[in-house]
């Protein structure tokens, strides 16, 4: 089983575990605060269901109706986690109003705190394992799902000092006011997550950073050709698309041609595994004198 698909799942073990422990601590309690906690944890769960679907979907071959791939389907899973955590802050706002116009007193809070600390180390421990290993293998899903997560685990941290400041003030009404400022806590972070992947599904070129990777590797590969111009890259999922168009001396064959396009290739590919290249070659009169500076 691939380690990503395997990651997606432990997502949701995780998940199901932290609910567990966030859902115990509010029935001690009966604080909302940590009542909003919880239904966020409701959202991780089904956020890491959508996301391993995603990936497993991402993951399968071109085939002839998708002959790019299925790589944006993991694009697709991360608005979809966006638009269920700005529901689930619309939840978590409509439980603070109601708790800020009666408010309750807290039940045995001390150990719901303790719980709900704990809860928020395993959440802490776990978004750090899906943001790193989400970049490092330029996985959308697995990156939206540890920004979520990192928000909830700000959020918990916050609910908790919140609920013990209202525990030793004796100020109901700050229990409420907390799951509020969690609720637009929740709203921003599902707006960045639905942004950035809407990004992604309308073919964003990559960074400027990578951009500039990409025309070093080409500049140093592409011994024998005059210059490369028309660069255009995009990224979809785990895949980044490079295509160009390679002016050649029109002396040179078909096949010193073709072995220069494969040099390049491999160069790319070395750096970004699974790039899919498409370079278009032509002859002299074609050059722009502009673009990239074969070395």
């Not at 604080?31 to 995603?54: K, Q, R, Y």
């Amino acid at each position: 089983m691939d380690r990503t698909i395997k990651i997606a799942i432990g997502s949701i073990a995780v998940g199901l575990f932290v609910l567990g422990l966030k859902a115990l601590a509010w029935w001690m309690t009966g604080s909302i605060a940590l009542l909003s906690d919880a239904l966020e944890s409701t959202v991780n769960v089904a956020t890491a269901i959508a996301a391993l679907v995603a990936i497993r979907v991402a993951a399968r071959p071109a085939d002839a109706n998708h002959p790019y791939g299925h790589h944006k389907a993991e694009f697709m899973s991360a608005v979809l986690e966006g638009v269920m955590i700005i529901i689930a802050a619309l939840l978590i706002m409509n439980e603070a109003v109601k708790g800020f116009m009666a408010p309750r007193p807290l039940n045995a809070p001390l150990e719901g705190l303790l719980i709900n600390g704990l809860a928020s180390v395993v959440n802490g421990i776990w978004c750090y394992v899906l943001i790193s290993y989400g970049r490092r293998h330029r996985s959308p899903a697995l990156v939206a799902d540890g920004k979520h997560l990192l928000s909830d685990v700000i959020s918990s941290i916050g609910v908790t000092f919140g609920v013990l400041i209202a525990i030793l003030t004796g100020w109901q009404k700050l229990d409420p006011a907390l799951a509020g400022l969690v609720a637009i806590n929740i709203l921003w972070s599902g707006w960045k997550v639905v942004a950035e992947s809407l990004s992604g599904l309308l073919d964003e070129a990559v960074s400027d950073e990578t951009l500039a990777r990409i025309r070093e590797i080409i500049s140093g590969a592409a011994t024998g050709a005059l210059e490369v111009h028309d660069l255009r890259t995009r990224h979809a999922g785990r895949a980044t698309f490079i295509d160009f168009h390679m002016v050649v001396p029109g002396s040179i064959t078909v096949d010193e041609a073709h072995d220069i396009c494969d040099r390049i290739e491999s160069a790319l590919k070395k750096h970004f595994p699974g790039a899919m290249i498409s370079i278009h070659v032509e002859p002299e009169n074609k050059a722009k004198h502009q673009g990239v500076l074969i070395l």
